[in-house]
Structure formats: structure tokens, C-alpha cells
């Protein structure tokens, strides 16, 4: 006859052994739910190899293909797809050479790192479309090198053009510094047109032929170019020589040392002269704000015009009723005290177009906040038919020209009209400041991933020390 104290206390004991694993098991899938940002590398997909990280795929290797044995070509997909999941393949970092490719193109690739291509020796031609940046020794040694085509990139690394004997024409429309011996060696060289110049190492002409043609703006006249090493054995062409007409920008004013222009119709401006914070001032109604633009990554040409248009309703009251009936009722109900502003704002080129979108993603945007101003019930939006859309913003203390103060960074992806208000007190709705200021989620993930492990732990400490098992 079994003995039902031993049969009881074996079933415990299967029991227990049961929910311990099950404990375990649920922190260690707490783990890999929770900590969804882990980098895989070496990931073959077709004929390249990456490494996979949130949402961006990093080239490190290729295999030439058949086609690429055929054609000696080589298409750098724009997007690859890995156990259901989508990664943009953004950046390349080869570390390997391959003879057989004579033409390589990347139009998703937005930074090549060092290197990459470096004596690729069959390399003739390389579009990358949308490449801001090319690190250094990119494409160093290619010496059948003749074509590139980088519209848009910001940066020339050092050496990234070094000893390719056969590159003879470079136009690079968007590039605002070249760094030193970017080009050395460049034997056959017979023109670099970089219009939006304005940083240089002091060795850029190093390694140029004699009687090479380096088209600049003419904003460097006076700059110097000439007394660098090689720079009297070299053409300098001064382009867009005529000066940016500001007279249709309004009465020049000085705010703390920054030129502003403010015209007939209301709108203050600033010019855009390099790639950094661009700051205007804006006063209407006896008072006044700062403004600023960041044009890091080159997004409008120099020469631009920065500008903005404060709407009151008492001065502008037909224009600011134009924008102000096309929000939404219910959020005209939350507006604390009238609290709620219209601004226009935008960027004209020198040829006089608005940019309307741009390639870069998200531009940050700077309004200075006044003293009577509650951030915690701040919204602001893009005005639109039929639904408002939030934009995304935080909070920054940064120095102004006029010293340090707290500003609202907006996120913009492209210019409208838009409304800034202060809602009734209403904390628990503020949702654009506490999606702004904290990543999405991961404080509240922290938290019950060390929740589950601790209870995990707990668990089976208390258990071990009741039952005794596997002692």
C-alpha cells in the first residue's frame, strides 16, 4: 500500500519544481521581451552580410553574386527583411576589398564609414544618393575611380578621395567642409565644385594637380584660400558671385548682435550663413522671443531666409481667424485664458522658393518660453483641416544670444502654419511633453522587468527554504 504522507510529499515536490521552472522561465523571457534592442551581427541575407540593430541595417560584407559576377555591379538593397522584422540598411561598413565590382550603387545608405571601398581596385563608378557623411579612407586607392555621385553629402572626410588617379570632374552641390588631403593624389583631377564650402583643414589642396579648377563660393574671397600649401599651384574660381539681395527683407535690426529683418507684413527673418543654430527675434505686442533653426546637416542653402510671423488677434485679426477656425472645437474649449498663439514660419531659398518637406527627416526648432507661460500645459500643432496634429516637443535651458533661457524644441518634418496653447490645468493629458522627454517605454519596461526578476528570485528563495528541495 503506498504511503500517502510520502505520495503527498512527492507530488509537493513535482509541484514546486514546476513553479520554479515556470518562474525562471517567465524572467527569462521578461528578459528578452523586455530588452527588445539587442544588435545581431553576421546576418546573411542574398548576398550581403549585417549586422541588425533597432531598425537599421549595417552592410559589413558581400558575396558577389551572379549578377554581379556578369555585370560587375553591385545594388545595395534599400530595406531587408529578418524574421518578420524590416531593418533600412543605412549605413556600409566593408572591411574587406573585392576586385570584381566596377559599379556600386546605395540609394537608402546615409553614412559609409572607413574605409569601405578602399582599393576596391575594378571600382569605376559609386552612387549613394542620399549619403550625408563619407568617413575617412572611403574610397582611398580606387585608382579606375571616375565617377561619383554624392548630391547630397555634407562632410569630406581625410583621404576619402586619396590616389584615385582617374577621377577627373567632382561636383559635390551640398558639401560644407573638406578635411585635409581629401583628395591627394587625385592626378587627373580637373574640377571640384563645392559652392556651400565653409569649413577646410588647412592641407585640402595638398597632393592637387597643378592647374586643377576648385569652384567656391564667393563668400571666401577673402578667406585665404590662396595662401594654403599648394594653393598658388592651383584655380580658384569664386561662384555665385552676386551678393543675396535682402532689400525686400524689411528695416535691418541688431538683437545682441545677430542681423535681423523685419518687413511691412510683419515677418522678422535671418539669414542662413552656416551650419549651426540660426537665431532671429521676434517682437509683437510689446513682447518678444527667440527663435531658432538648426541647420547642422546643411538643410537649406546658405543664403536662405529664416523668417516668422507671430499672428495676433487684434492686430492680425483676419489672418489669425483664418487659422484659428480650422481647429479642432473641442480643443478651443481647453484653452486656458486665451492663452493660444498662431506663428507662420518658413525658409526661402536665395531663388526665392519655400521649403515646403526635406530629406533629413526632423529639424529641431527653438521658441523661447515666456515667464507666464505653464510648459506642463503646452501643446503645440500643426494646423489643418478637420484634425489637428501634435507636434512632438521638450524642454531645453540653452544660452540664447541674449543669454540663457528655457526654450520648447519642436520637432518639424516640414513648415506650416502652427498653434502653441496653453491648456487648462490638466497633467495626466500632457502626453507630448512625456512621450518627448523620456524613449518610448523604457522606464515603465525597467520596471516591470525588475519587478518579475526580483519576484522570481524571491519566490524560489522562500520556496527552497520551506520545502527543502534538491538539497
Not at 53 to 71: C, I, M, W
Not at 109 to 117: P, S
Not at 236 to 250: A, Q
Not at 395 to 413: I, N, R
Request: charged share 25%; proline share 2%.
Amino acid at each position: 500500500m503506498v504511503n500517502k504522507t510520502s505520495f503527498c510529499c512527492f507530488f509537493d515536490k513535482i509541484r514546486i519544481f514546476f513553479i520554479k521552472f515556470l518562474l525562471v522561465f517567465v524572467g527569462v523571457f521578461g528578459i528578452s521581451f523586455f530588452t527588445n534592442a539587442e544588435t545581431l551581427q553576421n546576418i546573411k541575407i542574398g548576398d550581403f552580410t549585417y549586422t541588425l540593430e533597432d531598425q537599421t541595417a549595417y552592410v559589413t560584407n558581400y558575396s558577389t553574386g551572379f549578377f554581379s559576377k556578369l555585370f560587375g555591379s553591385m545594388t545595395i538593397p534599400e530595406v531587408v527583411k529578418y524574421k518578420g522584422k524590416e531593418y533600412s540598411v543605412k549605413n556600409i561598413m566593408f572591411d574587406s576589398s573585392n576586385a570584381k565590382i566596377k559599379n556600386v550603387t546605395g540609394n537608402s545608405v546615409d553614412m559609409i564609414y572607413e574605409n569601405a571601398f578602399a582599393n576596391w581596385s575594378a571600382l569605376k563608378q559609386a552612387t549613394f544618393l542620399n549619403a550625408k557623411y563619407i568617413k575617412s579612407g572611403v574610397f582611398k586607392g580606387c585608382e579606375k575611380l571616375t565617377t561619383v555621385n554624392l548630391p547630397k553629402l555634407r562632410i569630406v572626410y581625410e583621404n576619402a578621395f586619396e590616389n584615385c588617379k582617374n577621377l577627373k570632374n567632382v561636383s559635390l552641390p551640398k558639401v560644407n567642409e573638406i578635411k585635409d588631403n581629401a583628395f591627394s593624389g587625385c592626378e587627373s583631377l580637373q574640377t571640384i565644385e563645392v559652392p556651400n564650402l565653409a569649413e577646410y583643414g588647412t592641407n585640402i589642396f595638398n597632393g592637387l594637380p597643378a592647374g586643377v579648377t576648385v569652384k567656391v563660393s564667393s563668400k571666401l574671397k577673402d578667406a585665404g584660400l590662396e595662401q594654403l600649401p599648394n594653393g598658388d599651384k592651383i584655380k580658384i574660381e569664386y561662384v555665385d558671385g552676386t551678393t543675396n539681395d535682402k532689400s525686400s527683407w524689411g528695416e535691418r535690426i541688431i538683437n545682441s548682435g545677430v542681423v535681423n529683418y523685419v518687413d511691412e507684413d510683419g515677418k522678422t527673418s535671418a539669414e542662413i550663413t552656416s551650419n549651426g543654430l540660426i537665431w532671429l527675434k521676434e517682437t509683437s505686442n510689446g513682447s518678444s522671443a527667440w527663435y531658432a533653426i538648426d541647420n547642422s546637416d546643411w538643410t537649406f542653402k546658405k543664403g536662405s531666409r529664416f523668417w516668422v510671423k507671430w499672428l495676433s488677434p487684434e492686430v492680425d485679426s483676419e489672418e489669425f481667424n483664418q487659422y484659428y477656425n480650422k481647429l479642432d472645437d473641442e480643443r478651443k474649449k481647453k484653452v486656458k485664458d486665451n492663452k493660444l498663439w498662431v506663428f507662420l514660419t518658413g525658409v526661402t531659398d536665395p531663388d526665392g522658393n519655400e521649403y515646403t518637406t526635406w530629406d533629413n527627416g526632423f529639424i529641431d526648432y527653438y521658441i523661447q518660453l515666456g515667464d507666464d507661460w505653464d510648459k506642463n500645459d503646452i501643446e503645440v500643432l500643426f494646423i489643418s483641416e478637420g484634425k489637428d496634429s501634435i507636434v512632438e516637443h521638450l524642454y531645453e535651458t540653452m544660452a540664447s544670444p541674449e543669454g540663457t533661457a528655457e526654450f520648447a524644441k519642436l520637432s518639424l518634418k516640414h513648415f506650416s502654419p502652427y498653434v502653441m496653447l496653453e491648456k487648462e490645468d490638466e497633467t495626466s493629458a500632457n502626453t507630448s511633453t512625456s512621450k518627448s522627454q523620456t524613449p518610448t517605454g523604457l522606464v515603465e519596461k525597467t520596471a516591470v522587468l525588475g519587478f518579475m526578476f526580483t519576484a522570481s528570485l524571491l519566490s524560489i528563495a522562500v520556496l527552497n527554504k520551506k520545502f527543502k528541495i534538491f538539497n
